[in-house]
Nanobody
Framework: QLQASGGGLVQAGGSLRLSCAAS?????????MSWYRQAPGKQRELVAT??????ITYAESVKGRFTISRNTNNTMTLQMNSLKPEDTAVYYC????????WGQGTQVTVSS
């Protein structure tokens, strides 16, 4: 089970840190863990992924601004800096271990 938190309202240029807490299993046993986001009227898009062997990929739109990490307290975080209004979306965490497990979304709103 995944529980996402940390969303909120922030001004453009600000920062937020999202957290995804896992229960019922270790995040380090997952093949991949990812953050997705979905803006109103748009499809869900992949933001960042970290694999079991620590390979990290980011969407072009967030490279250099967002950082994904897995932590020893069985959480995954997404540090988001230099936020832009176009980052406004509901953010979801996802873990994959043969099948996908989704957390509930957390709203991120960036005002201009």
């Amino acid at each position: 089970q995944l529980q996402a938190s940390g969303g909120g309202l922030v001004q453009a240029g600000g920062s937020l840190r999202l957290s995804c807490a896992a229960s019922g299993g270790s995040i380090f046993s997952m093949k991949t863990m990812s953050w997705y986001r979905q803006a109103p009227g748009k499809q869900r898009e992949l933001v960042a992924t970290i694999s079991a062997n620590r390979i990290i990929t980011y969407a072009e739109s967030v490279k250099g601004r967002f950082t994904i990490s897995r932590n020893t307290n069985n959480t995954m975080t997404l540090q988001m800096n230099s936020l832009k209004p176009e980052d406004t979306a509901v953010y979801y965490c996802m873990a994959n271990k043969g099948r996908s497990y989704w957390g509930q979304g957390t709203q991120v709103t960036v005002s201009s």
